[in-house]
């Protein structure tokens, strides 16, 4: 027991800090941070832990809380599967709260988010695609059918990823002391002959990589039988 509850804590404790930093990372690559004339970092630690980022690994945490929440509804049964529907509304409940305030927050404080929506407005299907996902989360949990939820939750997380890359583009971290020292697809780039032997690896190794994580989705598949060395 004393074993399961340290690595029940450390699963859980690992996992929430990593969603979380990440999120602070994407807000302040949404943000900016002090990035110098050099192209180095110019700030500290507690240049990285303003509001603003702090509320996008919040909502990060609670949208991962939401798509793994189906996700285990999907793969249990019985007493454990009924907790985890309660789970699946307090955690869609938290996702959409922290989705408010952080469209909100950008909208209001960061302008240059929707800069490249004026030069490609079929972006904005994937904003009107997004909200039919997220609106369809409670709906098909409230019709009890969690496989579309999960889908629903798939686009949603796809779609957010989309917006970001195209609201920071052609930026991959934004300079909040000028637009000038921002790092960008060009001048944060390798040679031409790096990216073309990562390129070949990529090319190589991908197929590798989707075909044994296939293999363990398949070894996988199906619900979770709960049996006597299960807890």
């Given amino acids: 027991p004393t074993w399961r509850r340290i690595w029940d804590v450390g699963f859980f404790a690992g996992s929430l800090l990593a969603t979380f930093l990440f999120g602070v990372a994407v807000g302040n690559a949404m943000i900016g941070m002090p990035i ?15 509001p603003y980022p702090l509320l996008i690994g919040l909502f990060t945490v609670a949208m991962f809380a939401m798509h793994g929440a189906i996700y285990l509804y999907l793969k249990t049964e019985g007493q454990l599967q009924e907790r985890i529907g309660s789970w699946m509304w307090h955690t869609f409940g938290a996702f959409l709260v922290l989705y408010l305030m952080a469209t909100i927050f950008t909208l209001a404080n960061i302008p240059s988010a ?26 098909a949990i ?3 059918r969690p496989g579309y ?4 939750s798939c686009c949603t997380i796809a779609a957010f990823i989309f917006l970001f890359s195209i609201a920071l583009s052609p930026n991959l971290v934004a300079s909040s002391l000028s ?13 031409a002959r790096t990216l ?8 190589i190794g991908m197929p590798f990589v989707l075909a044994y994580t296939g293999v363990i989705y398949w070894l996988f598949r199906g619900k979770v039988q709960l049996g006597e060395h299960s807890y």
């Fill in 36 to 50: 110098g004339a050099d192209m180095e970092f110019a700030g500290s630690l507690l240049d990285l832990l303003r």
């Fill in 114 to 139: 929707t800069r490249n929506f004026a030069d490609h407005p079929w972006a904005w299907v994937v904003v009107v695609l997004n909200v039919l996902a997220i609106a369809n989360i409670p709906r």
């Fill in 142 to 144: 409230y019709l009890g």
């Fill in 149 to 152: 939820a999960f889908v629903s």
């Fill in 179 to 191: 637009p000038e020292y921002s790092l960008t697809i060009y001048n944060a780039a390798s040679s």
């Fill in 196 to 203: 073309t032997i990562m390129l070949i690896i990529a090319i």
